[in-house]
């Protein structure tokens, strides 16, 4: 199958994200061009170390580059000050220099943190992003947020890096699990939500194929949601604006994420469909959406076998004021005032920073209350 490139366009911070079956085996082709020495120091987690780090190194040193790696635990866990601080000592003991290049082997988790470490790192080296995880390559790789997570919030230390190159290969996604494929899924059906209707319909069809394994069908998925985010960052890199409408379904996930310690109950797209779902209630409550929408977005999540309602979240939650209180922690707060990505129906999004807390309030009572 063909490479699709999609280049993000950001003066002279821009950059290519290639995507295609197989593209890890062309790494060391892919990567040269960047590299001043033929060297590169890889940072994965041990799960997709275990898989797919051999192939990659082989690839590499096909093109003469030499390669060191370091496999850091998987899990969202990863993503705070302790592993962190291994990552930037392991960087420097392998004396990656200014003009060396890191390269993130992983999920969204060693993405964010790795990139983090390449932007503090001799105050900022290059790093290429090989996701591998759907969440990581329809998202997390493309647009520059690197950061990692503190005890007080989700994603709240961190930096705008962007990449030098990102190469998706669609092949990895087939040893995802399951429940991991579809977290992802969570953000490609944002795309669609939050932009372009004729792409959501496109999932309501294509969505069982896809999460049945169906490698052109991946490849379309990834490339579309990479073209709109790819669209959205050009036009707003550090979210001073449209870059917010990124953040459809996040507020309400944020907060949950943290109700239940950003960890194996919730995973992140899993939240992220769940506040999608909650965001177009509200739209709806809110007199902005047709009823139609929500029951739309409920339906096809549900059609994908993915958490819908707080109800599919197992075990205890914070009260509605509880959960109100956690989402205004969130950095999407502005001024003191929540901000949320609302919908005048399906793949037409807004940002809106004066919605009433009462509103909000009742809505999340309503939802804890079908636990
Ligand atoms: P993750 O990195 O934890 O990966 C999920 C799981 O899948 C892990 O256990 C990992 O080991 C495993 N895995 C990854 N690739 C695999 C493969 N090919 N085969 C088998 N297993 C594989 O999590 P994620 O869902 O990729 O990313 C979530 C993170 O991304 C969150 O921390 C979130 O905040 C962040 N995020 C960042 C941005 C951004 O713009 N920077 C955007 C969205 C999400």
């Known amino acids: 199958m063909q490479t699709d490139i999609v280049r993000v366009e950001l003066g002279s911070r821009s950059y290519d994200v290639r995507i295609a079956d197989g593209l890890i085996d062309r790494a060391g082709a892919e990567i040269a061009p960047f590299l001043r020495r033929r060297r590169a120091a890889i940072v994965t987690d041990e799960t997709v170390g275990a898989l797919h780090l051999a192939r990659l190194q082989a690839a590499l040193s096909a093109h003469g580059i030499d390669s060191t790696a370091l496999a850091l635990p998987p899990g969202e866990g990863t993503k705070a000050w302790p592993q962190f601080t291994r990552c930037v000592e392991w960087l420097l003991d392998q004396k990656v220099e200014r003009k060396d290049l890191v390269i993130a082997f992983g999920g969204g988790v060693i993405g964010d943190l790795v990139g983090f470490a390449a932007a503090v790192l001799r105050r900022g080296v290059g790093f290429v992003q090989i996701p591998t995880s759907l969440l990581a390559q329809v998202d997390s790789s493309v647009g520059g947020k690197t950061g990692i997570n503190a005890p007080q919030g989700k994603n709240l230390i961190g930096a705008f890096h962007q990449p030098t190159l990102v190469l998706a290969d669609i092949g990895l996604l087939g040893t995802l699990t399951p429940r991991d494929f579809l977290s992802g899924y969570g953000e490609v059906a944002k795309y669609g939500l939050l932009g372009d209707e004729a792409f959501f319909t496109w999932l309501e069809k294509n969505g069982p194929a896809l999460a049945a394994g169906d490698v052109a069908a991946r490849?379309?998925?990834?490339?579309?949601?990479?073209?709109?985010?790819?669209?959205?960052?050009?036009?707003?890199?550090?979210?001073?604006?449209?870059?917010?409408?990124?953040?459809?379904?996040?507020?309400?996930?944020?907060?949950?994420?943290?109700?239940?310690?950003?960890?194996?109950?919730?995973?992140?797209?899993?939240?992220?469909?769940?506040?999608?779902?909650?965001?177009?209630?509200?739209?709806?409550?809110?007199?902005?959406?047709?009823?139609?929408?929500?029951?739309?977005?409920?339906?096809?999540?549900?059609?994908?076998?993915?958490?819908?309602?707080?109800?599919?979240?197992?075990?205890?939650?914070?009260?509605?004021?509880?959960?109100?209180?956690?989402?205004?922690?969130?950095?999407?707060?502005?001024?003191?005032?929540?901000?949320?990505?609302?919908?005048?129906?399906?793949?037409?999004?807004?940002?809106?920073?004066?919605?009433?807390?009462?509103?909000?309030?009742?809505?999340?009572?309503?939802?804890?209350?079908?636990?």
């Open 219 to 371: 490849q379309y998925a990834v490339k579309r949601s990479v073209e709109m985010k790819a669209e959205i960052v050009a036009r707003d890199e550090t979210e001073e604006g449209d870059r917010a409408l990124l953040n459809l379904g996040h507020t309400f996930c944020h907060a949950l994420e943290h109700a239940t310690g950003f960890g194996d109950r919730l995973l992140h797209g899993e939240g992220v469909a769940v506040g999608c779902a909650l965001a177009f209630e509200l739209s709806m409550r809110l007199g902005l959406c047709s009823q139609e929408a929500p029951s739309r977005v409920r339906a096809h999540l549900r059609a994908m076998g993915m958490k819908v309602d707080i109800a599919d979240i197992k075990g205890d939650l914070p009260s509605a004021e509880g959960l109100l209180a956690l989402m205004a922690q969130d950095k999407k707060v502005v001024d003191g005032q929540l901000r949320f990505i609302l919908a005048r129906g399906i793949g037409e999004s807004l940002v809106a920073s004066d919605v009433p807390g009462d509103v909000v309030l009742a809505l999340l009572t309503d939802a804890l209350r079908g636990r």
